[in-house]
DNA sequence: ACGATTGGCACAATCGATTGTTTACACAGT
DNA sequence: ACTGTGTAAACAATCGATTGTGCCAATCGT
């Protein structure tokens, strides 16, 4: 495209060479302030701009880093990325942001075209419908870190979510509050996450002596359409449940089309808690309290386990948990017993 | 990282020059069987993976391309981003997404950085704070398209949306529901598709005889909070507006908090439009019919656009309009007079 | 049977930047 | 005058893939 080292280098009748030095600013450098000077200039007049391309090549590092995730629409990853995107830019590197949409070819696919692009680093969340890429860059020992997902059967780094307290603990405050016949609608069933929250959720009632049904568990895909139809199906039930834990925030609004659908009222006829906090829960027809995530804290925490990681590789991994918030915002009411 | 073509060429027992060619699948090639086999062999073996970069130094062509958007977390642009994505996809590129957060420096480095790294070409939806960078890519005869927004002095690729017409009719919707007060809260007030939904809004009133009135006008950061400013500032005028234009989807957020907050039902006790939908719009406190934008469209259309101008420099530019749909969802009724 | 064709592949230059090694020269010390 | 030291910059190899050209042998035509 432009003008290059060595067309910059002709102009200031130096060697390329003494122009990398010069523009890399190397120690214990000796170079004339003369000579520099006709670089600089050099520099301007040709409005040089270094090929980051061939500097990778020959560096074997682009500064650049792979983020993939499963939803671009999603408030909850874009406020990871945001918050990666701004730790990159701290330290000089560019992020890349590949949405898989939940879709386990797009995925390996985007890995395998990232690393050969050379990316430094990943940053995953995985669809987690299989994990022999995943596996492939542990024996490659290439950076990454998993992110709100994470595999039990290998040893990696990842910055995951308290998601069974998290879950724990909302289902206590509905049972606090008279509840019996709590709903449970997710996204697909062998995400971590969801495993997790299920697992809070099923530990909760048995130490509170309710018994768990499965007719109240819903988890199918993170679509509003599927979410919407769980919804219905709960609320047909013969006996419905009288609160319903929902893992997702489109699978939030899947239920909101629902309960606007169905005239119910929230708290009144029914109390909902909601994973993942976005700003617009206070604006819907009716505000739904949360479980909030750090999203800056993932992003953050992330970004510092993987630059450790491309710095030297023999590291121990890291797997940080984060945990979570609950705002409340009255969309949860007492029983009606 | 891995193996080289040099690595296979040796294992195949072939020059790295055959191992490339076969690869590439040239034309005209005369490749015996028996080396192509050996060839396919080793790469299996060794789980090569070409170096991109390598390759895009070689071919200066990275099938990359970056698309730089001011909030990754506007549904609007994110669409857009998605649908880009797709089509890039198909086409064999890397979609690279910069941020600018509506930062004019930001964009002007995300400009040159995505061009330092040898992007084949952008897609950008400007600040329009500044404009030198674009013209700097003009210059370059570096192929662009913008998106949403468009400089009016530069004779550049463009997919935008004919927002003067839409907010045209959007008011003459109101207008005909009897309301003479209409407020507009938007955001900067310098770009370009604000500057043409006021001319709209100006055009229709002036048709239909009503005043325009400046203290109906409210323009300043596309944040909700300014938004919500603005929306208490019109609420508490003297003599209020009886209907609203918004444009913008996390200020009319700004506006539904204000509507929240002064206890206001609408459409009884206010009407209003908002430009940009989203699938939200349906669940928020009381739903809001909007003007929506066929972000598949405005992606595709800009690609497409795009990738002819990659191939050939001495295209003209194109100047694309796509129209808008109005999405009723009742927030909008005949004014108290 | 001998030159011409062509199939099948190797050679080497190249993309642009980086960096270990040399070179050229000035000057100081003896 | 000659060696030694240090400064300032040039030289050349390299990263990995691509591609125009060149070369050798086998086959063809007459």
């Not at 520099?36 to 701009?49: D, G, H, T």
């Not at 696919?109 to 299989?130: E, F, H």
């Amino acid at each position: 495209m432009g003008a290059t080292l060595k067309d910059v280098a002709a102009l200031a009748n130096v060697h390329p060479s003494t122009v990398s030095r010069v523009l890399r600013n190397v120690e214990n450098l000796k170079i004339s302030e003369d000579t520099k000077e006709r670089i600089f200039k050099a520099i301007k007049e040709l409005n040089y701009q270094p090929d980051q391309t061939a500097r990778s090549l020959r560096l074997k590092k682009s500064f650049t880093i792979g983020l993939i995730i499963p939803n671009v629409a999603s408030p909850y990853f874009i406020g990871i990325a945001r918050s990666l995107d701004a730790e990159c830019t701290k330290e000089g590197y560019t992020l890349i942001i590949s949405d898989t949409n939940e879709n386990q070819e797009k995925e390996i696919k985007a890995v395998y075209d990232l690393y050969s692009r050379g990316v430094d680093g990943l940053v995953i969340a995985p669809v987690q419908d299989s994990d022999e890429h995943i596996k492939d860059l542990i024996d490659k020992k290439f950076p990454f870190v998993l992110i709100d997902r994470y595999f039990e059967k290998y040893d990696t780094n990842a910055v995951i979510c308290n998601d069974k307290e998290s879950a724990y603990n909302a289902v206590k405050h509905l049972i606090d509050l008279g509840h019996k016949r709590i709903g449970f609608i997710s996204g697909r069933p062998n995400l971590y996450p969801v495993v997790e929250r299920l697992e809070g959720y099923k530990n909760v009632l048995e130490e509170n002596n309710l018994e768990f049904n499965q007719d109240l568990i819903f988890s199918s895909s993170p679509t509003l359409d599927d979410a919407y139809e769980a919804s219905i199906k709960l609320m047909e039930l013969p006996v419905p449940p009288t609160a319903i834990l929902i893992t997702g925030t489109i699978i939030t609004f899947g239920v909101l089309k629902a309960i606007i659908e169905k005239k119910k009222t929230v708290p009144k006829d029914l109390s909902i808690i909601a994973f993942t906090d976005t700003i617009l829960a206070s604006y819907f027809m009716s505000p739904v309290s949360t479980v909030s995530h750090k999203v800056d804290e993932i992003g953050t925490k992330a970004f510092e386990i993987l630059f450790e990681h491309m710095k030297s590789d023999d590291l121990p991994y890291s797997k940080v948990v984060i945990d979570t918030n609950f705002v409340d915002r009255n969309s949860t009411a007492k029983a009606n017993i």
